[in-house]
């Protein structure tokens, strides 16, 4: 067939310069420094979050188990967001060959529907666990105030903690969610290109 | 294989796999880097489970299918293009960029089985790249030529 020739000719027509070698290790470095910030930058501010509750700790001396209790409850909360972030980077980087696109569509899908998963749930038990924590740790506090001021405090907090989770919650999920589903949709409709 | 000569073998030819696919030089220059980083990396893993080239296209076309992760980030910016093209093309140059222009309004899948087949690879070969069986790889080249051919023809070229 003529038309093949002719079409291949073309092809292989289209040409650009190839960039230096050099060029591509650098963006390479580049690329690795800086996602290797964000990571530290991540696990430092919450390790830092985690150390000055510890200090409250070993600087007030709560006397009641429940304001200890209370403490760990939040740290807790912060190392199990710090985990789900960092885990989500190796979700997909530890396959042994490059698979052909019709496997790698399947697993950037289960990949994006088990991001979704694990956002959702991290988020609600990040919220709960946080919410639990500061709820126990004001526990000893309130018990020593008079009963309005204790009063004004528990419903203030509690307003506080139906607001996080009822608005804060629903928001932060649905954001990330949407960006996800579009994502999730977009690699479907490739998929169906390659079983159809 | 070194790296030093994996790149300058294939450049040329993941270049142009991805300027099929999104027909602009200078996302197809990052898709194209990407794939190179990526082949910098794994390949102190590469074990010859197949040959080196289906490796690489592998990578490419997954680099590529996952192209719309990116575009939904950053949206893509409208450049007036016309600026550049006000330059006088010889035909060639024109049936170049009409032949691009057409598979990039293919659908995905499509661009890069026919960007591999006008890169002359074996029909067996981009079969395993894509993960399609080989008769489907072969009817599918030749319904996407027939539309080219077509293409050409209505355009006058």
């Known amino acids: 067939m003529g038309t093949n020739i002719d079409l291949k000719n073309i092809w292989t027509q289209q040409k650009i310069e190839t960039p230096k070698i050099e060029i591509l290790y650098a963006k390479a470095n580049k690329l690795k420094s800086r996602r290797l910030l964000k990571l530290i930058v991540v696990n430092i501010t919450l390790l830092l979050t985690a150390i000055s509750i510890g200090f409250i700790w070993y600087y007030y001396q709560p006397e009641l188990v429940t304001t200890k209790m209370g403490i760990v409850c939040t740290i807790l909360a912060m190392i199990i967001f710090v985990l789900s972030y960092n885990t989500q980077f190796s979700l997909l980087s530890n396959t042994k060959t490059e698979p052909n696109s019709k496997e790698y569509l399947t697993q950037l899908i289960q990949l994006k529907e088990k991001q979704t998963f694990q956002q959702t749930t991290m988020l609600s038990i990040y919220f709960l666990m946080l919410s639990l924590g500061i709820g126990l740790y004001y526990f000893e506090y309130v018990s020593k105030m008079t009963l309005t001021w204790g009063i004004v405090t528990c419903v203030t907090t509690a307003l506080w903690f139906a607001i996080n989770w009822f608005y804060f919650r629903p928001r932060a999920i649905k954001k990330q969610n949407t960006k996800l589903n579009k994502l999730l949709i977009e690699f479907e409709k490739l998929n169906a290109q390659i079983t159809a | ?157």
């Not at chain 2, 790149?7 to 200078?26: A, E, H, I, P």
Request: aromatic content about 10%; glycine content about 4%; some cysteine.
């Open chain 2, 1 to 157: 294989m070194k790296f030093e000569t994996i790149y300058k073998t294939y450049w040329q030819k993941v270049f142009r796999l991805c300027m099929g696919y999104v027909n602009d030089s200078d996302t197809a220059k990052d898709l194209a880097q990407e794939t190179f980083i990526k082949v910098w990396k794994q390949l102190p893993k590469f074990r010859n489970e197949s040959s080196i080239g289906t490796w690489i296209f592998r990578i490419a076309s997954n680099t590529c299918l996952r192209q719309i992760e990116k575009e939904s980030k950053m949206p893509k910016s409208e450049f007036p293009k016309e600026i550049k093209e006000e330059i006088l093309e010889t035909t060639i140059e024109k049936d170049v960029k009409f032949l691009y222009q057409c598979i990039s309004e293919l659908q995905e899948v499509e661009r890069i089985i026919i960007s591999l087949e006008l890169e002359d690879i074996d029909q067996k070969e981009i079969a395993e790249i894509v993960g399609l069986s080989r008769g489907n790889v072969r009817v599918k080249i030749h319904r996407i030529k027939e539309k080219l051919t077509q293409k050409f023809k209505i355009n006058g070229n």
